[in-house]
C-alpha cells in the first residue's frame, strides 16, 4: 500500500491541455461577464453623476432666478417709500379729520364750547362722550314731527307706510 501512495499516476498531455482549455474557457466567460457588469456598472454610475450635474444646474438657474425676482431695485424702492409716507399721511389726515369730526358732534349735540375741546386727545373725547352719556347730559334730538296741521303725529306705523305709498303712486301716475 505504501508503494501506491509514492507512486503518482501519469496523466497524458492530451488530458491537461483539454482541462486547460476548458478552465481558460470558463475563466474567460467569467471575465467577460465581470467586464459586462462592470461596464453596467460604471453607466449606472455616469448617469447618476448626470442626473446629479443637471439637478445641481437646475437648482443654481432657479437661485439665480430668484435672486433676480425678488431683488428690489432702487426706484421701485424709493416708490415705495413715496408709497408709504403718502399713506402715512393720508392716515394722519384721517385721524385728524375724525378728531374734529368728534369735538363738533360734542358742541352741537351736547353744547359744548370748542375752545374746551380743543386740546383734547382722541381718549378724552371717548371719556367725555361716556360721561355725557351715563350722565344724561345729552340734548334730546329735536322733533321735527309736532303734530301740527296735517296729523301725521297721531298716525300709526302702518298708516304712514299706507300714506307714504298713495302719495308715491300719485306721483308717478
Known amino acids: 500500500m505504501a508503494d501506491d501512495q509514492d507512486q503518482t499516476k501519469m496523466v497524458p498531455e ?83 379729520r375724525l378728531l374734529e369730526l368728534r369735538r363738533d358732534g360734542l358742541v352741537k349735540l351736547h353744547g359744548l364750547t370748542p375752545d374746551s375741546l380743543k386740546d383734547e386727545t382722541p381718549e378724552g373725547l371717548e371719556a367725555i362722550e361716556k360721561a355725557l352719556k351715563l350722565l344724561g347730559g345729552a340734548k334730546p334730538p329735536q322733533r321735527f314731527d309736532t303734530g301740527g296741521a296735517g296729523g301725521a303725529a297721531t298716525m300709526t306705523a302702518k298708516q304712514k307706510i299706507a300714506a307714504g305709498i298713495e302719495a308715491y303712486k300719485a306721483q308717478h301716475k
Open 14 to 96: 492530451k488530458d491537461l491541455i483539454a482541462v486547460k482549455k476548458g478552465a481558460e474557457k470558463e475563466v474567460g466567460g467569467l471575465k467577460a461577464q465581470l467586464e459586462t457588469k462592470e461596464t453596467e456598472h460604471k453607466a449606472a454610475i455616469d448617469q447618476a453623476h448626470q442626473n446629479l450635474l443637471q439637478e445641481r444646474a437646475a437648482k443654481e438657474q432657479f437661485e439665480s432666478q430668484l435672486k433676480s425676482q425678488s431683488a428690489i431695485s432702487p426706484e421701485e424702492m424709493a416708490a415705495l417709500k413715496q408709497q408709504l409716507e403718502d399713506a402715512t399721511k393720508r392716515g394722519e389726515d384721517a385721524d385728524t
